[in-house]
């Protein structure tokens, strides 16, 4: 995987609503298209290039029902990257101001970096963002290291990439306090229960939904190492083979609260309702053979909606080691 900052400058007065996520929802995608897409009626179906077309391959890949049978997922593939929003409650930008973007792509989609690129440029350029569409230009790109690979037109190589074992590496497995803050809304489901079914988990209350956490992360993890992992082995996606917790596991602290927020629909030409989990959570007991996947999660996000920053968390250093 690998982890980029975007830093644009606006052209034009940029309003942006308050999830700034929800912004470049649509346009990004259209942009892309536009960046790379050869096709003269722009239909995917019918054209003899798909296989071959970046835009494909990130955004329009169906998986064939024996593949989505084993990964547990739909029919349509989780795309292989995911767009972080700026982190300011500054909904106005003016020109000479800067906006900053992360973007994190896996596997064979960071070959790709360069239409990624090209698509910020045109839909800086031509087709803006937020209320009124107002343009952009983009100033930099910068990898994890900080090394500047994009400046005034020039795209360079070298940056930055992480395998998953990089990232499970790099923490310890002692058991501590796990404390998670919520950056962007997080919208996952709960456990299936009789005569209700699932819905939306509003906030985190007990105990066991640090087991649907972890469910969630892992099934993610999974599932991208499936699809656009370096020749993975296939392997069956099954719940079950996480381990057991036996209550080993405690809810410490929860401060977390619902929050309602609208985007307009472009595509459906309507203001859409929706809403997510914000706050901070803790777990103590038996946790350290879970830090290394929560680790791995900073970079995928969790629940509904990662793709355009949805399920952003940051994990908190702990203060001292959990008690059991």
């Known amino acids: 995987m690998a982890r980029f900052c975007f830093t644009i400058e ?17 346009g990004f995608g259209f942009a892309f298209k536009k960046a790379t897409c050869l096709s003269r009626d722009r239909q995917c179906g019918p054209c003899m290039l798909k296989s ?16 989505a049978e084993r990964l547990g997922i739909g029919s349509d593939a989780p795309h292989p990257f995911v767009l972080e929003p700026p982190m300011t409650e500054r909904q106005y930008f003016h020109p000479g101001s800067t906006i900053s973007y992360g973007l994190t792509l896996f596997g064979s989609a960071i070959d790709k970096l360069p239409f990624f690129v090209y698509a910020f440029m045109i839909l800086g350029e031509d087709l803006g963002i937020g ?20 400046d005034e037109g020039n795209l ?3 940056f930055l990439v ?26 996952m489901k709960t456990a299936w229960q009789p005569g209700v079914g699932k819905g939306l988990l509003t906030a985190i209350t007990k105990d066991e939904d640090f087991y649907l956490l972890l469910k969630l992360l892992y099934h993610r993890a999974f599932v991208l190492t499936q ?13 079950r083979d996480l381990p057991c917790l036996s209550g080993e596991v405690k809810l410490a602290e929860s401060r977390t609260h619902w929050l309602d927020w609208t985007r307009y629909s472009t595509r459906q030409k309507q203001e859409m309702q929706l809403g997510g989990m914000l706050g901070t959570v803790s777990f103590s007991g038996k946790t350290g053979q ?34 059991p």
Do not use: W
């Not at 209320?131 to 790109?141: A, M, P």
């Not at 699809?227 to 719940?239: A, E, H």
């Open 10 to 26: 606006p052209t034009e007065e940029i309003r942006l609503p308050d999830y700034k996520g929800a912004a470049l929802r649509g």
């Open 52 to 67: 071959a077309c970046a835009y494909f391959t990130v955004f329009e890949t169906r998986v064939p029902k024996e593949s």
């Open 227 to 239: 699809l656009y992992g370096d020749n993975p082995v296939q392997k069956v996606y099954n719940s």
């Open 290 to 323: 879970y830090l290394p996947l929560f680790k791995l999660g900073e970079y995928l996000h969790i629940g509904k909606g990662s793709t355009f920053g949805l399920g952003k968390y940051q994990l908190l250093e702990p203060s001292k080691p959990s008690e």
């Open 131 to 150: 209320r009124g569409r107002g343009r952009f230009r983009l100033l930099s790109v910068v990898d994890d290291n900080g090394k500047h690979i994009y």
């Open 156 to 158: 360079s190589g070298g």
């Open 162 to 187: 992480l395998t998953a074992r990089d990232v499970l590496e790099s923490v310890g497995t002692d058991d501590r306090l796990i404390s998670m803050r919520f950056q962007t809304p997080v919208r």
